[in-house]
């Protein structure tokens, strides 16, 4: 083992678990990676709900609860979700405490099928804050053109929120710009905003799962050697979009009323190609300032072998932005590219959710009892 996980909490890189269940709640896992793996925070999505639940491990004596109360499928799924965010988040407070609201964080995500109606996902945003009633909660809103308005409401409402699905640096500068409208909006009504905290889901991996599929099926030994080296380049400028923001006298503005940045979080980081590292997108990716959610086999490889030589975002604008532009000379449309990620992700998360719902309604009319 190399103590890559700590030299990279050192370099300022938080270390998140894109992963929970009930089990590795009671078990004491969850606990146990806090205390010996660096991690300080925890991402949720409707796949990693649905995985858990369908595995069935702890969840049958609420659920059997739930049942005897004949309560809906939606609503039961939203009191077992909602059940091992608080969990989590209680197991995370000492971290929440003693890094001051910094880390120590929970997501989870408002319902996938709400993605492109603002209105509904600002309700859905906060029924979930008051479901879970923990202050290191984050509400994930995608971030859609629905989603925007919806983050700058949810914001301004005090409302902590970790924006997901993000992958153009176009899409990325107008979630940072609803940020602080949100911020702008809560400092307005007499909010405290250094009470309110955000990151931003920057998506990697199937960045270069979907232009190496096309430059593959271009076939050229030209084409091929821009493989995996768009999603890196991505996340690379999607951080000198982030400085630049910061530096910006909107921001001072409100830095001066302690508000809290909104930290660029490096989502999707399982190396989907076993051509490359498995720790490619942990590795490549360390600056200050950034969160890193890992699925746990990524966490372990860095654990393992991982090497965190320091800073490698800094000083690879200039290439970065050359790699995207190279795409296009091949006939490669970045904004093509990342219109249809955004797409497909939002249905991808539908269909666990939906899968959830229907095995959670199946166990229900298990569970129920007779009608006398």
């Known amino acids: 083992m190399t103590d890559a996980l700590g030299r990279l909490s050192e370099e300022g890189v938080a270390i998140w678990l894109d992963d929970l269940s009930r089990e590795r709640i009671t078990s004491g896992n969850l606990a146990e990676l806090i205390d010996q ?69 929970v997501s989870i995500e408002v319902d996938p099928r709400l993605a492109h109606n603002t209105a509904a996902t600002v309700a859905e945003a906060r029924q979930l804050a008051w479901l879970v009633d923990r202050p290191n909660t984050l509400v994930k809103i995608p971030a859609t053109r629905a989603g ?28 940072m710009d ?34 190496d599929r096309r430059l593959d099926e271009l076939g050229t030994e030209e084409a091929k050697s821009l493989r995996g080296k768009a999603a890196l380049a991505n996340a690379r400028l999607a951080y000198q979009a ?9 921001w001072q503005a409100l830095a001066t009323k302690n508000a809290n940045a909104q930290r660029p979080l490096w989502a999707s980081t399982g190396v989907k190609d076993p051509a490359y590292p498995d720790t490619l997108y942990v590795t490549e990716l360390v600056v200050r300032g950034t969160v890193n959610t890992m699925p746990e086999g990524t966490l ?73």
């Open 300 to 372: 372990d490889a860095t654990e393992d072998h991982g090497e965190i030589t320091g800073d490698t975002v800094h000083g690879t604008y200039e290439q970065s932005r050359a790699d995207l532009d190279a795409l296009e000379k091949f006939g490669i449309s970045y904004d093509e590219v990342v219109q249809l990620l955004e797409e497909q992700a939002v249905a991808k998360f539908e269909e666990p959710w939906k899968s959830l719902l229907a095995s959670t309604e199946k166990e229900l009319n298990r569970l129920a009892p007779e009608e006398r």
């Open 178 to 211: 609803a940020y602080l409208a949100g911020l702008e909006k809560a400092d307005a009504k007499g909010l405290d905003v250094s009470q309110i905290h955000s990151v931003a889901s920057f998506f990697v991996s199937r960045v270069d799962a979907e232009v």
């Open 148 to 175: 925007l308005p919806a983050i700058t409401e949810v914001i301004a409402n005090g409302i902590s929120v970790n924006v997901t699905l993000i992958f153009s640096l176009e899409r990325y500068r107008e979630v």
């Open 37 to 105: 793996k660096n991690v300080v925070g925890v991402t949720t999505n409707p796949a990693i709900f649905q995985k858990a639940i369908s595995a069935g491990e702890g969840y049958e004596q609420q659920l059997t609860d739930l049942a005897v109360r004949r309560v809906g499928t939606e609503e039961a799924v939203r009191m077992v979700t909602t059940a091992d965010v608080r969990d989590a988040a209680d197991i995370l407070r000492p971290v929440h405490e003693a890094t001051g609201g910094r880390d120590g964080r």
């Open 242 to 250: 982030y400085e630049e923001v910061v530096a910006s006298p909107r």
